[in-house]
């Protein structure tokens, strides 16, 4: 008996020794972590806390906010500072409203954020001039406004300030406003029309987003930015002109307009974003655009009238060079009647059918010829009524309808159209009719000549 009590005191006491460096162990481990878990813990513990002071801050801002919201026999909550009113809200049953500009002979300059939150009920608005702000999501989710009147006074539209008013139709901006906010009319899918002032500078992401009815709009000159998404899926809209001050337009800003013709200027942000996003683009031709196209055609008139004046140049060279030049005058007929004579190279050419001085101002021939004359050696007057003289494939034709007088010369000139070799130049054929009426009596005579 004592045998084995001894040898359960002997375990006994080697399993108290394990566990006991078990726990041990345990401790140190259990240690470390709480270390680190204290640390976190207190971390988070000081967040919390900071968190509940803030929570508590809240609730007592909101404990003195809602000590602070008045209420006007009508309806509106409203509280005030520094003697300007805001409006905090509407709990009346009106669906047609007038936003007062003086609540107990103070002034209104502001309808505050989210006052008209979720308002099912109101149909219209009407803003009394005075108010300047119009604060975020003021008019958010009011899903039967239909129109609202905006006072000139107004000077600041916040973010998503009439977004989701999916009934609104027709809004009026006032000229003093500088930038469209971001998603200040997000998913007003009953807009179909709005006219942006002139003042603005800048339309922010989302601020049409999915106003899936609108189809007319404008862009003032002075915008310089439109933003994210700002006009996406805006299905209806057809057609929109860019201004050249736009420099920059954000990622999906017409994306998803499906009937948009996008209209603007060369080497514009407009034409890049239309031509990356594969918009169909019109170009808006300045004073200078036009300008410059009419310049390109004087240039290219110039380069045809050059090209045409080179090319007359060098034709009139070549006919110069190919033309004969008589060492003396060929003579054709000579009888006691008359005297035919060719007397060499022609200074003359044509000019619009007529034969001018061949000298180097005048532009445009491709005629070039002979000189000669006809000369009465009677001792009366002879009439040459018809006359042939051929240079090549061209023949010299005319009647004269004067008599040529004795001892006096009847000029001609005998040309040849495009003239392409000197062989051309050297067959020469002609005839020659002379009428010479002398003591009434009439002769006739016909004279033939060819130079080979």
Same mark, same amino acid.
């Not at 139709?169 to 200040?184: A, C, F, R």
């Given at each position: 008996?004592?045998?084995?009590?001894k040898?359960?005191?002997?375990?006994?006491?080697?399993?108290?020794?394990?566990?006991a460096?078990v726990? &041990?162990?345990?401790?140190n481990?259990s240690?470390?972590?709480?270390?680190?878990?204290?640390?976190?813990?207190?971390?988070?513990?000081?967040?919390?806390?900071?968190?509940?002071?803030?929570?508590? /801050?809240?609730?007592?801002?909101?404990?003195e906010?809602?000590?602070?919201?008045?209420?006007?026999?009508?309806g509106?909550? @409203?509280?005030?500072?520094?003697?300007?009113?805001?409006?905090?809200?509407?709990?009346?049953?009106?669906?047609?409203?007038?936003?007062?500009?003086?609540?107990?002979? $103070?002034?209104?300059?502001?309808?505050?954020?989210?006052?008209?939150?979720?308002?099912?009920?109101?149909?219209?608005?009407?803003?009394?001039?005075?108010?300047?702000?119009i604060?975020?999501?003021?008019?958010?989710?009011?899903?039967? *406004?239909?129109?609202?009147?905006?006072?000139e006074?107004?000077?600041?539209?916040?973010?998503?300030?009439?977004?989701? #008013?999916?009934?609104l139709?027709?809004?009026?901006?006032?000229?003093?406003?500088?930038?469209? /906010?971001?998603?200040?009319f997000?998913? #007003?899918?009953?807009?179909?029309?709005?006219?942006?002032?002139?003042?603005?500078?800048?339309i922010?992401?989302?601020?049409?987003?999915?106003?899936?009815?609108?189809?007319?709009?404008?862009?003032?000159?002075?915008?310089? /930015?439109?933003?994210?998404?700002?006009? @996406?899926?805006?299905?209806?809209?057809?057609?929109?002109?860019?201004?050249?001050?736009?420099?920059?337009?954000?990622? @999906?800003?017409?994306?998803? #307009?499906?009937?948009?013709?996008?209209s603007?200027?060369?080497?514009?942000?407009?034409?890049?974003?239309?031509?990356?996003?594969?918009?169909?683009?019109?170009?808006?031709?300045?004073?200078?655009?036009?300008?410059?196209?009419? *310049?390109?055609?004087?240039?290219?008139?110039?380069?045809?009238?050059?090209?045409?004046?080179?090319?007359? &140049?060098?034709?009139?060279?070549? @006919?110069?060079?190919?033309?004969?030049?008589?060492?003396?005058?060929?003579?054709?007929?000579?009888?006691?009647?008359?005297?035919?004579?060719?007397?060499?190279?022609?200074? *003359?050419?044509?000019?619009n059918? $007529?034969?001018?001085?061949?000298?180097?101002?005048?532009?445009?021939?491709?005629?070039?010829?002979?000189?000669?004359?006809?000369?009465?050696?009677?001792?009366?007057?002879?009439?040459?009524?018809?006359?042939?003289?051929?240079?090549?494939?061209?023949t010299?034709?005319?009647?004269?309808?004067?008599?040529?007088? $004795?001892?006096?010369?009847?000029?001609g000139?005998?040309?040849?159209?495009?003239?392409?070799?000197?062989?051309?130049l050297?067959?020469?054929?002609?005839?020659?009719?002379?009428?010479?009426?002398?003591?009434?009596?009439?002769?006739?005579?016909?004279?033939?000549?060819?130079?080979?």
């Open positions: 008996m004592r045998k084995i009590l040898k359960s005191t002997i375990v006994l006491v080697m399993l108290t020794f394990i566990l460096m726990n &041990i162990n345990g401790v481990t240690f470390a972590d709480t270390k680190d878990s204290t640390q976190t813990t207190t971390e988070n513990n000081q967040s919390d806390s900071s968190s509940s002071d803030e929570t508590s /801050s809240t609730d007592e801002n909101n404990t906010d809602d000590e602070n919201v008045l209420k006007t026999d009508d509106f909550k @409203y509280t005030v500072e520094d003697d300007e009113v805001t409006i905090k809200g509407y709990e009346g049953s009106k669906t047609t409203l007038t936003i007062p500009n003086e609540i107990d002979g $103070k002034k209104v300059t502001k309808i505050g954020a989210n006052a008209f939150d979720g308002n099912t009920s109101i149909t219209s608005v009407e803003i009394q001039d005075g108010i300047t702000t604060d975020s999501y003021a008019f958010y989710n009011a899903t039967a *406004l239909e129109s609202v009147s905006i006072p006074s107004v000077t600041t539209m916040n973010e998503g300030a009439f977004a989701n #008013c999916t009934a139709s027709s809004v009026n901006l006032p000229s003093k406003l500088k930038t469209i /906010s971001y998603g200040l997000a998913s #007003c899918s009953n807009l179909t029309k709005i006219e942006i002032p002139e003042g603005v500078t800048s922010d992401g989302y601020a049409f987003y999915t106003c899936t009815s609108l189809k007319e709009i404008n862009i003032p000159e002075k915008v310089a /930015s439109i933003g994210e998404a700002a006009f @996406y899926y805006c299905a209806a809209l057809e057609s929109i002109e860019i201004p050249k001050s736009v420099d920059d337009i954000g990622s @999906y800003a017409f994306d998803s #307009c499906s009937n948009l013709t996008m603007g200027y060369s080497s514009s942000a407009a034409k890049t974003y239309a031509s990356e996003n594969s918009i169909p683009f019109k170009t808006i031709r300045t004073a200078l655009d036009y300008a410059k196209i009419v *310049l390109v055609f004087v240039a290219l008139g110039a380069i045809i009238y050059l090209i045409h004046k080179l090319k007359a &140049i060098v034709k009139h060279k070549k @006919y110069l060079k190919n033309n004969i030049d008589f060492e003396e005058n060929i003579v054709l007929i000579d009888n006691e009647i008359c005297k035919v004579e060719f007397i060499g190279k022609s200074k *003359l050419k044509l000019v059918g $007529k034969e001018v001085q061949n000298n180097k101002k005048t532009l445009g021939t491709e005629f070039v010829g002979y000189k000669y004359n006809i000369e009465n050696k009677s001792d009366s007057n002879i009439e040459v009524y018809i006359k042939y003289a051929t240079v090549g494939d061209y010299d034709k005319f009647n004269l309808d004067e008599q040529i007088p $004795k001892g006096k010369k009847a000029k000139f005998a040309y040849l159209q495009k003239t392409n070799s000197l062989d051309d050297k067959s020469v054929s002609g005839t020659i009719v002379v009428c010479n009426k002398k003591n009434n009596e009439v002769k006739v005579k016909s004279y033939d000549f060819k130079i080979d």
